[in-house]
């Protein structure tokens, strides 16, 4: 889709179809038998950094998160490492709005700080993930967040695996926004 009916469009539907194709295209979706973070097995895998490596899929997820972002009240960007940082990153450059990547532990050396970028008390974080299951994950990264005083309201995945990340993540006050389903990827 050319960035004239990206931006026109306007059609949600338009690109979930056109993210699913460059998924497939790239080959982030794979199937045999696979153990998630999670420990469960599942008979397919969502590998999100095939998409981040291939540089025409990530500008498309960037353009379709910015897009969404632009309806929400937020001024940082977020992603947890390593899935979410070259999708945060690349969402950054293109809202402009600055990055936050929060480690998965503190670090012995340097800073000793679990957040590489700036944050106050008064900002208001979205978070990229790349594959949602039941939202462990960044629900974890999101308390870390949360500790300094900031928000987090909305966390985007490029996948959602539709295995509770939604219905956890709402607990935790904050919305989960999928750019895509696993149902609809695996059509």
């Keep these: 889709m050319s960035k004239t009916n990206f931006e026109t469009g306007n059609n949600i539907e338009n690109q979930k179809q056109e993210l699913i194709a460059a998924l497939k295209a790239c080959g982030a979706v794979r199937y045999g038998d696979f153990t998630l973070a999670s420990g469960k097995k599942s008979k397919y895998y969502i590998d999100i950094k095939k998409a981040s490596t291939d540089p025409k899929t990530l500008k498309l997820i960037a353009r379709q998160a910015a897009f969404r972002i632009k309806q929400m009240d937020v001024n940082i ?67 870390v967040v949360r500790e300094t005083g900031a928000s987090v309201k909305y966390v985007i995945s490029v996948v959602d695996r539709e295995e509770g990340a939604i219905e956890n993540l709402k607990e935790a006050g904050t919305e989960l926004v999928p750019l895509v389903s696993a149902r609809d990827l695996l059509k």
């Design 77 to 143: 960007i977020a992603g947890v490492e390593l899935g979410g940082v070259p999708l945060a990153t690349a969402v950054s450059m293109e809202t402009e709005l600055p990055l936050l990547i929060v480690r998965k532990s503190i670090k012995d050396y340097g800073t000793k700080s679990r957040f590489v970028g700036d944050i106050r008390p008064e900002d208001r974080l979205v978070m990229l993930e790349d594959v949602t299951t039941s939202g462990g994950s960044v629900r974890n990264a999101i308390e």
